[in-house]
């Protein structure tokens, strides 16, 4: 009985901490995002196309931990959204806050971390530049995601990464998928944040894995 009520409260602190996918995360309800449509679905997972949004990102960040990768990326761009740019001038904030990772070969070597802001509409068209910033202007680009709740840590982005790969693995998009990272580095991923540190519920996180649309028509 106790192991059943047991059950009972994982299970609902699950459903709380792990949100449903939906059109734009509850945060983009309030911050501009970048527009994407969904155009698959699966267990554990959707792939969207991201419709060419230009993203202001760090150099890459050597570090151990991706929270404080993040958190020294996080205060270069948020130096730069206050006016701490060419221009003198502020940007609004946005969402999501992505960090790729590039994983180092051992549990004690560094990794690399690019952190990157979404550049609002309104600024794209020439955006800010700033000393140790650079453009990135994707084109149209395929992305499978896998959402969770609660906060990144160090310790549970691995397992997530995984979970994404294990659920793209035997799907249409999963060759598709392999071949692409395996380009750039077989293990590489992105994880993006949508809220403040300052939030504690209805927290959104993802991970995405980016790939070239070309190898799925390939494998049909």
Known sequence: MEMAKLWVVVSLVMM???PAYSEFPPTCKRIECPSYDVIGTGDGFEIRRYNSPVWASTAPIPDISLREATRAGFLQLFDYIQGKNSFNEKIEMTGPVITEISPSDGPFCESSFVVSFYVPKINQADPPPAKGLHIQRWNSTYVAVRQ????VTDANIGSEASA???????????AAISKSRGAAGPSIYTVAQYNSP????????????LFDIEDVAAQA
């Open 148 to 151: 969770f709740g609660g906060f």
């Open 164 to 174: 994404l790969d294990e659920s793209v693995f035997d799907t249409k998009w999963g």
């Open 16 to 18: 709380i901490l792990t």
């Open 198 to 209: 300052f939030e504690f519920e209805g927290r959104v996180n993802e991970i995405w894995f």
